[in-house]
């Protein structure tokens, strides 16, 4: 399951991360006490105390992307990060919510009682239906022109199937489950009406059209509301004679589900990201540090991605490792894995710089090697998608309050929140701390260790 300190594997000439960086390793191995001492620059001034308070005042109010609930935890974190002295910005980013006023989905005459797409388009079309099928790119046919397209769904995202067979001039889409699973689903982007409809239904479509024409009218009438949501960035520069080029970033998502107070789901990784960056601003560092907060996670990782599309090229050459630290603090979280269930989960479930750097942390400080996974569902998954090496520290499997509103701060964890925080600010200090002058040329390296992949389910 986990190993011990003693199996860690040092290599007498340089060490090679997962990551492909090789540790150039010109001073003697790194012993654990001697790691242990520069950990504690950073771990010794860690307050669970100050980050329980944190979700307290964040969880007090549920902060939803695009509500005033949002802009108070964003105002928050920004006063927070404006009082350590840190270059503090907040970047704003449009929402889109959507308001159904009438839908409509008739075929022959019968009605379907269709539920509209989350972002179907408006519009009242009535045309021919043609079946497309899974609608899957390049199997779609130019006679789909000033028609409807009658999709099936699975395989590929609705918003894939809707793009490719607007891309052949279709004029509505029809949508059918792929299960007996009722109407209520799918999404778009305002192309064209799209309207969900059972599977029953569109398997009785599919075999009527073997017979000859059949006319469907799609009536949508929807309205879209466009709202603001932020990304708090707040940036630790190194000293200006000591500077390594590079950039780490450090993130967690403010926003909560809606009406929901999110103590864990995310206060908990604010209120680290918070921590660390109040301890970092007084430890001299020779690599920028970009302290993270991210609006809209709930809704898809919007804030993150609008982030990283708005990073300069040369700004993503500099970022070496990004840390996400989202739900940290669950007292009920991770049954009896070791560390309360920490474990780093990647997007393409390999190892990377950052699970190398969080497994040998905590093996210096606790004896375990956090144990790494694959998956997505927070804000590591854009960072990774552009090449950064990134992770996600998580307490897993989830606590039964997760997208609660008993998500409160009753069911968090001080003990837990100081064990994550300081995993990954020991381990984030091993790149920012001014005696490893730059990854490559890093003097003293931290030991490698042995760490393991775990298949665990998350909820
Ligand atoms: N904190 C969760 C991520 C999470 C939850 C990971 C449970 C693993 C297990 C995150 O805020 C979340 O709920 N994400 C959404 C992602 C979606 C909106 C793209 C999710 O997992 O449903
Ligand atoms: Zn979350």
Known sequence: MFRR?????????????????????????????????????????????????T???????????????????????ESQF?????????????????????VLAVVDGVDFKGRAFSGSGSGNVTAELVDVGKALAGTITDDVKGKIALIERGDITFVEKVANVVAKGAVGVLMYNNSANGNNFGQANGEVPAVAITQAQGKGLVEKLKNGPVTATLDVDIQKIEKTSYVVEAKLKPNKNKDTGQIVTIGAHHDSVPNGPGANDDASGVSAVLELARILVKTP????????????????????????????????????????????GGAEAGE????????????????????DLGASASSRMYDVAVPYGQLGRSDHQPFHDVGIPS????????????????????????????????????????????????????????????????NRPVD
């Open 285 to 328: 560092i020779d690599t920028e540090v970009r302290f993270l907060t991210f609006g809209s996670e709930e809704r898809g990782m919007v804030g993150s991605s609008f982030y990283v599309s708005q990073l300069p090229q040369s700004d993503i050459d500099r970022i070496v490792a990004h840390f996400q630290m989202d739900m940290i």
């Open 391 to 454: 992770a996600l520290f998580i307490h897993s499997p989830v606590e039964p309050q997760y997208h609660k509103p008993t998500d409160t701060i009753e069911h968090i964890s001080k003990e837990k929140l100081q064990q994550a925080a300081s995993i990954v600010g020991a381990a984030a200090y091993q790149i920012v701390r001014p005696d490893t002058p730059a990854l490559e040329r890093a003097r003293v390296a931290p030991a490698l260790v042995d760490y393991d992949f775990e």
């Open 336 to 355: 009896d894995h070791p560390l309360g269930g920490l474990i780093m989960y990647t997007i393409n479930g390999q190892k990377n710089l950052v699970t």
């Open 82 to 102: 404006k009082s350590l002295g840190l270059e503090t910005r907040r970047i704003p980013f449009p929402i889109y919510d959507y308001k159904l006023n009438h």
């Open 5 to 53: 300190k003693s199996m860690i594997t040092v290599l007498a000439t340089g060490m090679l991360l997962s990551s492909g960086v090789v540790y150039a390793q010109t001073n003697s191995a790194p012993n654990a006490q001697a790691a242990t001492a520069f950990d504690n620059n950073v771990i010794k001034k860690i307050s669970a105390d100050n980050m329980y308070n």
């Open 55 to 77: 979700i307290k005042y964040l969880s007090a109010v549920p902060r939803e992307a695009g509500t005033e609930g949002e802009v108070r935890g964003v105002e928050y974190i």
